[in-house]
């Protein structure tokens, strides 16, 4: 059973930076696709960015330019850099994993965790 615990939430203003952890249970985790998403109140779970297990990325083009996702294999770690955060970036950030091809769609992926909160005002 893999768990995922994320961390590093919280409310800032427009124009600032965040930087989420996840931390992996199972070091096995290392050889799947892990992703980033995100879900706003009253809005469907979005994918926010996608790493595969060889370190290649995609992200959504609200986020291209501002976000990072990056993996730590040695650390069972997936991290997620935010900056310019735009009040539309409020949501639950879900950490998620367990997936095969590398993709921002929720069912991709088997694993997940139960989120932090991001509010910018």
């Known amino acids: 059973h893999v768990q995922l615990v994320e961390s590093g939430g919280g409310s800032v203003q427009a124009g600032g930076s965040l930087r989420l952890s996840c931390a992996v249970s199972?070091?096995?985790?290392?050889?799947?696709?892990m992703a980033w998403f995100r879900q706003a109140p009253g809005k469907e779970r979005e994918g926010v960015a996608a790493i595969s297990s060889t370190g290649a990325t995609i992200y959504a083009d609200s986020v291209k330019g501002r976000f990072t996702i990056s993996r730590d294999n040695a650390e069972n770690t997936l991290l997620l850099e935010m900056n310019d955060l735009k009040p539309e970036d409020t949501g639950t950030y879900y950490c998620?994993?367990?997936?095969?091809?590398?993709?921002?769609?929720?069912?991709?992926?088997?694993?997940w965790g139960r989120g932090t909160q991001v509010t910018v005002s």
């Open positions: 998620a994993g367990g997936a095969w091809q590398l993709l921002l769609r929720p069912t991709a992926y088997n694993y």
């Open positions: 199972r070091s096995t985790h290392c050889s799947y696709d």
